[in-house]
């Protein structure tokens, strides 16, 4: 089976300082990889998929097959960015996508 | 932007009461879904329809739960006999058939 695994539940970084946010997966097959932002109290919004290798809002995330991680990234963080960021597979087809628990990216100024 | 729109925003219901959430995907979308999020813990997912039937459910989605697409434009989710459990943010999501997911903005829905 799929899974997703977020290490971090929580992360705090000062504005301006680079941001990574891991996640991991395992799958056997050839998955979709996607980043999820959730503002605070707000809904679940498409921030990245590997698939189409876009930058959004600076950040940037790269499907490592070797090392089965997709990590999302931005070299300098901002204030706005804090909220949860969730990691999500998908597998082919009409397969539902599978999240992690999240991380919750606090941006101090 | 097209959006997928659940109501309500928010429920409070009663131990055993049955309860519907409503939401309107997005229109030219084929695949809908049904998320939950329990307070501080992550999204799972429920059920997902095509084609007007189900075509996938978790362990989550028994008996208690059931989706109906009664119109060309409403997708609902039915929890009979709510449980103190079944409190949650319930999310709707639709997709087509490229694309990511779009998810509503969901209901929190409370069990007393």
């Known amino acids: 089976a799929q899974r997703v695994t977020q290490p971090e539940k929580l992360l705090s970084v000062f504005k301006g300082a680079p941001v990574e946010l891991k996640c991991n997966y395992s799958y056997s097959g050839s998955p979709e990889l996607f980043w999820y932002v959730q503002y605070s109290r707000q809904r679940l919004q498409l921030l990245l998929r590997?698939?189409s290798r876009e930058s959004i809002k600076g950040f940037t995330a790269d499907l490592n097959k070797g090392e089965t991680s997709f990590h999302l990234k931005k070299p300098f963080a901002q204030e706005e960015d804090s909220a949860m960021y969730y990691c999500a597979l998908k597998q082919g087809g009409n397969t539902p996508l599978v999240f992690g628990k999240g991380t919750r990216l606090s941006v101090i100024a | 932007e097209p959006e997928v729109t659940q109501t309500p925003s928010h429920q409070v219901t009663q131990m055993g009461q049955e309860v519907i959430l409503r939401c309107v995907p997005i229109?030219?979308?084929?695949?809908f879904y049904w998320y939950r999020q329990i307070l501080g813990q992550k999204v799972e997912f429920l059920v997902s329809f095509y084609n007007n039937e189900i075509s996938e459910k978790s362990e989550i989605f028994d008996d208690q739960f059931s989706v109906e697409r009664p119109d060309g434009s409403n997708f609902t989710l039915k929890i009979r006999s709510t449980k103190l459990e079944d409190s949650a943010m319930y999310f709707c999501?639709?997709?087509?058939?490229?694309?990511?997911?779009?998810f509503g903005s969901g209901t929190r829905l409370t069990v007393v």
């Open positions: 999501a639709s997709r087509d058939s490229d694309y990511g997911y779009t």
């Open positions: 229109s030219n979308h084929l695949y």
């Open positions: 590997h698939i």
